[in-house]
Structure formats: structure tokens, C-alpha cells
């Protein structure tokens, strides 16, 4: 029995890949009695948990092209959140769906996060393009590697503070120029009634711009922003004023992905009271917020679930092709490991290294069958 287990933790630690194992407890059995059998499980799901959560950090990272977690504390986070429709459209999604996977999960095929939504926030333009440090908005940067070809939709959205009486506001969206170049050109121009007393967010298509930026990067050096009322008063939020926060101008742009096979797949499902030996799925919920990652914006907990138990013989003529496998090349294999069979991905709402809220896929963080192989 003792060297069953030692085999099965051999085999969780190749099914998890590289895990850096300097801040993992380890835990050295002193006895096998048989009366200690069913503590020594316990103790043995539980590292088996903790090992699973190590690998988990190490590849969200790693699928996100990180180093190390984005430094962005709670507080930074509530002031770069947008207070914006697009934003509470995700969120409402997560309260929906909750923590639970649902069936029929799309198989994917890529090693790294796919990228389905961009919010990127207004930073200040180069003063090339200011005159007597003016506009202090807007510039929006975008990675080069997006495909303008793949861009579904880009929207400026920007908030309107609340108008005095009923009025028409014109909202001007302004190509920023150096000075040197003439006056600024704009893009776009759009009529809204608005009533007195009330503020709201207004969106506009800026595919057109965005795809003539990705592929003529020089050509962006930011927009200007104003929306006038009758009286002339720019009632466009723009600057990061005291009461102010979230309502910065962003850019939402849609990032279509290639379609993916959906595949419904079923196992042997065991709870953390079952007596099952045989490789089995646990439960394992992984909570973002203990590990310290506020720049997770959602989910705030997802569930992983993890594979552990044992393979033995028998149970391989549940699975013919890995034991014809194992038997045409017997060399250096220690036997069948319960290892995942089919996993999924999670959709999560982050914050990356730039501040840029990031909506995208990342591959095969949920275990959804376990199997001996």
C-alpha cells in the first residue's frame, strides 16, 4: 500500500507539470500500520490538494504570459474598474453562472489564454500633441499582435456628467496631431438629447480608427474628447477628478476566436468522504482571494477538482489503449498514473501588467475526468 501511494504521488506530480516545490509542506509518513490507513489518506488528499493549488498559480501565470502576479492592490483596482455597462454585463454573467462548470464545455486546443475582450482606459497622450499641456486625454494603447482582421467591434465609451436643463449635446471624438502637423482632424460626431439632471454613458464605433491603428501604429497618437451642451460646456468626464473614478473614457474591443469542438465527457466522481482507492475526481475549489490576487477581477473562485487514487491492473481493461501503450513500450514506465483525461477551460475578467482589464479563455484549468494512463 505504501508504495502504491508513493507511485500515485509520483504520477500527480507528472500530471501537474513543473511545480516549484520550495513553499510546498511536504509530508513524511512515519508509519503504515493499518490502523493508521485512513488518517494517512486524508493527510494525503489534503497535499495532494495543495500541490494541485501550487500548479494552478504557476499556470495561470504561465498561460498568461506572466512572470509574476500584476502588482495591483484592492485599492488600485476600485479606481481603474470602470463604472460602465460593458464591465456589469461581465459581471452579471459570472452571478449567473456562479462557480459551477457547465456541460457541453468547448475543448480547446492552445497552451496559452485566449483573448476575447480588451478594456483598455484613457492614459494621457504624448505632449507632442498638447498644447499649453492640453488635452490631458486620451490616449489608448493596443499590442500589436491583436489582427485587425479578427476585431468583431470597437467602442469608445464615454461618461456625461449631468446637464443643467434638457439639451442636445454634441459629442466630437478628434484625431490628436503634433503641433507642428495643423489642426486636429475629427473622427467622428454624434447628436444626444439628454435630460436635465442626468448622467450617463455614451458609446461610439471606433472600429474603423482602431483598425487603421493597428495597422498603421504611427497614425495614433490619440483623440481628443469634448461634448458640448447648448451653452457650451463640455459635460465629457475625461480627467481623474475626486468623485470621478471609473468614469474615465475606455476603449471595449471584441476579439473573435476560432470555434472549438464541444465534447461531453463523464468519469468516476468521488467527494472527500468517499472510501473509492481507485483513480477517482475529487473536489477542489480554488479561491482567488486567498491567494492575494486582487488584480483577478473575475471569477473570484472557481472549481478546479483534482484526480488522485490508484491504478492497478484490472482496472486498465477500462482503458485498452493505454495498457496496448504501455505494453508496447514497457521501459522506464513505473506503471499507470491517474492523471486528467479531459479538462476544460475557464473564462476569467483580469487586470495584466498595463492596467488593461482583459476578458479572455485560458485552457485546461478545470479537471472534468480523471483516468489511468
Given at each position: 500500500?505504501?508504495?502504491?501511494?508513493?507511485?500515485?504521488?509520483?504520477?500527480?506530480?507528472?500530471?501537474?507539470?513543473p511545480v516549484g516545490?520550495?513553499?510546498?509542506?511536504?509530508?513524511?509518513?512515519?508509519?503504515?500500520?493499518?490502523?493508521?490507513?485512513?488518517?494517512?489518506?486524508?493527510?494525503?488528499?489534503?497535499?495532494?490538494?495543495?500541490?494541485?493549488?501550487?500548479?494552478?498559480?504557476?499556470?495561470?501565470?504561465?498561460?498568461?504570459?506572466?512572470?509574476?502576479?500584476?502588482?495591483?492592490?484592492?485599492?488600485?483596482?476600485?479606481?481603474?474598474?470602470?463604472?460602465?455597462?460593458?464591465?456589469?454585463q461581465l459581471l452579471d454573467q459570472y452571478d449567473?453562472?456562479?462557480?459551477?462548470?457547465?456541460?457541453?464545455?468547448?475543448?480547446?486546443?492552445?497552451?496559452?489564454?485566449t483573448t476575447e475582450t480588451i478594456m483598455t482606459m484613457a492614459t494621457e497622450p504624448d505632449p507632442i500633441v498638447q498644447v499649453d499641456r492640453k488635452p490631458k486625454c486620451c490616449f489608448f494603447s493596443f499590442s500589436p499582435k491583436?489582427?485587425?482582421?479578427?476585431i468583431v467591434k470597437?467602442?469608445?465609451?464615454?461618461?456625461?456628467?449631468?446637464?443643467?436643463?434638457?439639451?442636445?449635446?454634441?459629442?466630437?471624438?478628434?484625431?490628436l496631431m503634433p503641433v507642428t502637423d495643423g489642426n486636429r482632424h475629427r473622427i467622428r460626431s454624434l447628436k444626444i438629447d439628454v435630460k436635465a439632471g442626468t448622467k450617463s454613458w455614451q458609446s461610439i464605433?471606433?472600429?474603423?480608427?482602431?483598425?487603421?491603428w493597428l495597422k498603421q501604429p504611427e497614425t495614433n497618437r490619440g483623440i481628443e474628447i469634448n461634448a458640448y451642451d447648448a451653452k457650451g460646456t463640455d459635460l465629457a468626464v475625461t480627467s481623474s477628478e475626486p468623485g470621478d473614478e471609473g468614469l474615465q473614457p475606455f476603449m471595449e474591443v471584441k476579439i473573435s476566436e476560432s470555434p472549438k469542438r464541444s465534447r461531453r465527457d463523464s468519469g468516476l466522481d468521488c467527494d472527500e468522504n468517499s472510501p473509492e482507492s481507485r483513480c477517482c475526481r475529487f473536489p477542489l475549489t480554488v479561491d482567488f482571494e486567498d491567494f492575494g490576487?486582487?488584480?483577478?477581477?473575475?471569477?473570484?473562485?472557481?472549481?478546479?477538482?483534482?484526480?488522485?487514487?490508484?491504478?492497478?491492473?484490472?482496472?486498465?481493461?477500462?482503458?485498452?489503449?493505454?495498457?496496448?501503450?504501455?505494453?508496447?513500450?514497457?521501459?522506464?514506465?513505473?506503471?499507470?498514473?491517474?492523471?486528467?483525461?479531459?479538462?476544460?477551460?475557464?473564462?476569467?475578467?483580469?487586470?495584466?501588467?498595463?492596467?488593461?482589464?482583459?476578458?479572455?479563455?485560458?485552457?485546461?484549468?478545470?479537471?472534468?475526468?480523471?483516468?489511468?494512463?
Amino acid at each position: 500500500m505504501h508504495f502504491a501511494r508513493l507511485l500515485i504521488s509520483v504520477c500527480f506530480v507528472i500530471a501537474l507539470g513543473p511545480v516549484g516545490y520550495g513553499d510546498i509542506t511536504t509530508h513524511h509518513q512515519t508509519s503504515v500500520a493499518t490502523e493508521d490507513s485512513e488518517c494517512s489518506s486524508c493527510e494525503f488528499r489534503q497535499q495532494s490538494k495543495l500541490m494541485r493549488l501550487h500548479a494552478i498559480k504557476s499556470q495561470i501565470l504561465s498561460k498568461l504570459r506572466l512572470k509574476q502576479a500584476p502588482n495591483i492592490s484592492r485599492d488600485v483596482v476600485k479606481q481603474l474598474l470602470p463604472k460602465a455597462p460593458p464591465l456589469q454585463q461581465l459581471l452579471d454573467q459570472y452571478d449567473v453562472l456562479g462557480d459551477d462548470n457547465r456541460d457541453g464545455v468547448m475543448e480547446d486546443d492552445d497552451d496559452h489564454a485566449t483573448t476575447e475582450t480588451i478594456m483598455t482606459m484613457a492614459t494621457e497622450p504624448d505632449p507632442i500633441v498638447q498644447v499649453d499641456r492640453k488635452p490631458k486625454c486620451c490616449f489608448f494603447s493596443f499590442s500589436p499582435k491583436i489582427q485587425p482582421i479578427r476585431i468583431v467591434k470597437a467602442q469608445l465609451w464615454v461618461h456625461l456628467r449631468p446637464a443643467d436643463e434638457d439639451t442636445t449635446v454634441f459629442l466630437q471624438i478628434s484625431r490628436l496631431m503634433p503641433v507642428t502637423d495643423g489642426n486636429r482632424h475629427r473622427i467622428r460626431s454624434l447628436k444626444i438629447d439628454v435630460k436635465a439632471g442626468t448622467k450617463s454613458w455614451q458609446s461610439i464605433d471606433v472600429k474603423q480608427v482602431l483598425t487603421v491603428w493597428l495597422k498603421q501604429p504611427e497614425t495614433n497618437r490619440g483623440i481628443e474628447i469634448n461634448a458640448y451642451d447648448a451653452k457650451g460646456t463640455d459635460l465629457a468626464v475625461t480627467s481623474s477628478e475626486p468623485g470621478d473614478e471609473g468614469l474615465q473614457p475606455f476603449m471595449e474591443v471584441k476579439i473573435s476566436e476560432s470555434p472549438k469542438r464541444s465534447r461531453r465527457d463523464s468519469g468516476l466522481d468521488c467527494d472527500e468522504n468517499s472510501p473509492e482507492s481507485r483513480c477517482c475526481r475529487f473536489p477542489l475549489t480554488v479561491d482567488f482571494e486567498d491567494f492575494g490576487w486582487d488584480w483577478i477581477i473575475a471569477p473570484k473562485r472557481y472549481k478546479a477538482n483534482y484526480c488522485l487514487g490508484e491504478c492497478e491492473y484490472m482496472h486498465l481493461q477500462k482503458y485498452p489503449h493505454t495498457h496496448l501503450v504501455n505494453k508496447a513500450n514497457p521501459r522506464g514506465t513505473a506503471g499507470p498514473c491517474c492523471t486528467p483525461t479531459k479538462m476544460s477551460p475557464i473564462n476569467m475578467l483580469y487586470f495584466n501588467r498595463k492596467e488593461q482589464i482583459i476578458y479572455g479563455k485560458i485552457p485546461s484549468m478545470v479537471v472534468d475526468r480523471c483516468g489511468c494512463s
